[in-house]
């Protein structure tokens, strides 16, 4: 099984609200990573997360926070968002291993659109 | 620094027919190399990877060859259906320190007309 799951499918939200992103696998899987991806593009690493640590931040704006509460689950907490943060969310995991490349796994992904 | 070059799309293509899409890669290293599908309004699913130079990759009929002297991972398929329409990257990966990152081609779109 390679599966990882994420919700909502679709968000819809204003400037001025706060929501989060969720996304879990069942893989067993210790390294879990964000994505944005605009319309035509290839995914943009956000952030990425080792054994519940954070271990890379693209640089990414201070109102995107990530939270890992444990090795199966990702939140991306999102509060006063612009309108050029419109795009979809990916979520990915792999098994995280200095010794081999790991592969990444995607979910399908949350569509957000901010008013 | 490590990129991927993919063949510039879209491809329109009839029902039955052989597709190639090329990919390109520069790397730092001995990458592996991925490719992944997208079809729309979805997320993205692995379709096939290799770890080393002459290894093949292979799923659902797709085939990509790693060749290390062309630096190439040309993704083939030798008669595509309509449900092929997809949007297909080419990725890297590096091992060690760097094993978090996937560098991405630009996509290829792929239209598949009956």
């Known amino acids: 099984d390679t599966e990882v799951t994420q919700t909502p499918k679709h968000l819809v939200m204003g400037m001025t609200n706060k929501k989060s992103l969720k996304c879990e696998q069942h893989m067993g899987h210790r390294a879990m990573y964000w994505y944005k991806q605009k319309a035509k593009k290839p995914p943009e690493l956000m952030f990425v997360?080792?054994?519940?640590?954070?271990?890379i931040n693209e640089s990414v704006p201070s109102r995107f926070s990530p939270e890992c509460p444990n090795s199966s689950l990702l939140n991306l907490h999102l509060h006063a968002l612009q309108p050029e943060d419109s795009a979809l969310y990916l979520c990915?995991?792999?098994?995280?291993?200095?010794?081999?490349?790991?592969?990444?796994?995607f979910g399908p992904g949350t569509r957000l659109t901010v008013l | 620094g490590n990129s991927v070059t993919q063949m510039e799309g879209p491809v329109t293509l009839s029902e039955e027919a052989f597709l190639t899409i090329n990919c390109t890669y520069t790397a730092t290293g001995y990458p592996s190399l991925f490719w992944y599908v997208q079809y729309p309004g979805e997320g993205l699913q692995l379709l096939l990877k290799a770890t080393k130079a002459d290894d093949k990759g292979s799923n659902k009929g797709f085939e990509a060859t790693y060749r290390k002297e062309t630096t190439s991972f040309h993704l083939e398929k030798g008669s595509v259906q309509v449900s092929d329409s997809a949007v297909y990257f080419c990725a890297l990966s590096l091992s060690g320190g760097s094993n978090y990152k996937l560098t991405f081609g630009k996509g290829t779109l792929l239209t598949v007309n009956p």
């Open positions: 997360y080792s054994y519940e640590k954070l271990s």
């Open positions: 990915a995991s792999s098994q995280d291993s200095s010794d081999w490349v790991d592969t990444q796994y």
